[in-house]
């Protein structure tokens, strides 16, 4: 069964760098698939940070393209994302998911918070 | 970017009704559009890809429709569970957009 689990800080400091983890389980990332980040400000919608396939493609959202990079560890299955120079804006729940073609994406973890405050 | 334009923002309906979502894109996008459905404190839920494919396990109660720049969803016997946030995805190019959602609310 596959499973995606975020992890992080919870609180980042504005000007600071949010670094995020994706544990996948259940699916070996270097197997296939797209990878990808979304983010929801409370109270807001869906918007798509970026998505990668491993050992080939990654394409970046061109808002945050400057501040992002997203990388796997495929030894351990996991997958990242690095935000730099955070801002009140990056306040959001952060999403990673499996996509089945990297447009849509079937397999959602349950998200995790991040507040950017001082 | 192409922009994805959702209406209403939201809808009030009774169990056993039906509702219709639209989604209009900024441009041409064939059939290349998802829907989701979001709970309050859940992920999204993949419910249709490819504009009226529907995804395993979902309703038939859940259809969606259009081509080129206009879209919906129709969900046709409201149930309580249906009651959430949707919304629409072009799944036609890089960067991914969504619409700006639906809530569908219990009169």
């Known amino acids: 069964q596959l499973l995606l689990q975020e992890s992080g800080p919870g609180l980042v400091k504005p000007s600071e760098t949010l670094s995020l983890t994706c544990n996948v389980s259940?699916?070996?990332?270097?197997?296939?698939?797209?990878w990808g980040w979304m983010r929801q400000p409370p109270g807001k919608g869906l918007e798509w940070i970026g998505s990668?396939?491993?050992?080939?493609?990654?394409f970046y959202s061109p808002s945050l393209k400057s501040r992002l990079t997203l990388s796997v560890d495929a030894s351990k299955n996991l997958f990242f994302l690095t935000l730099n120079s955070v801002t009140a804006a990056d306040t959001a729940r952060y999403y990673c998911?499996?996509?089945?073609?990297?447009?849509?994406?079937?397999?959602w973890g349950p998200g995790t918070l991040v507040a950017v405050s001082s | 970017d192409i922009q994805m334009t959702q209406s209403p923002s939201s809808v009030s309906a009774s169990v056993g009704e039906g509702v219709t979502i639209t989604c209009r894109a900024s441009?041409?996008?064939?059939?290349?559009v998802a829907w989701y459905q979001q709970k309050p404190g859940q992920a999204p839920k993949l419910l249709i890809s490819?504009?009226?494919s529907l995804q395993p396990g979902v309703p038939s109660s859940f259809s969606g429709s259009g081509s080129g720049t206009e879209f919906a969803l129709i969900i046709s016997n409201l149930q309580p569970e249906d009651f959430a946030t949707y919304y629409c995805?072009?799944?036609?190019?890089?960067?991914?957009?969504f619409g700006g959602g639906t809530k569908v609310e219990i009169k």
């Open positions: 998911a499996r996509g089945f073609d990297g447009y849509n994406y079937n397999f």
């Open positions: 259940g699916f070996p990332i270097s197997t296939g698939y797209y």
């Open positions: 990668l396939y491993y050992n080939a493609q990654i």
């Open positions: 441009e041409d996008i064939n059939n290349w």
């Open positions: 490819g504009a009226s």
């Open positions: 995805q072009q799944t036609h190019s890089f960067p991914l957009t």
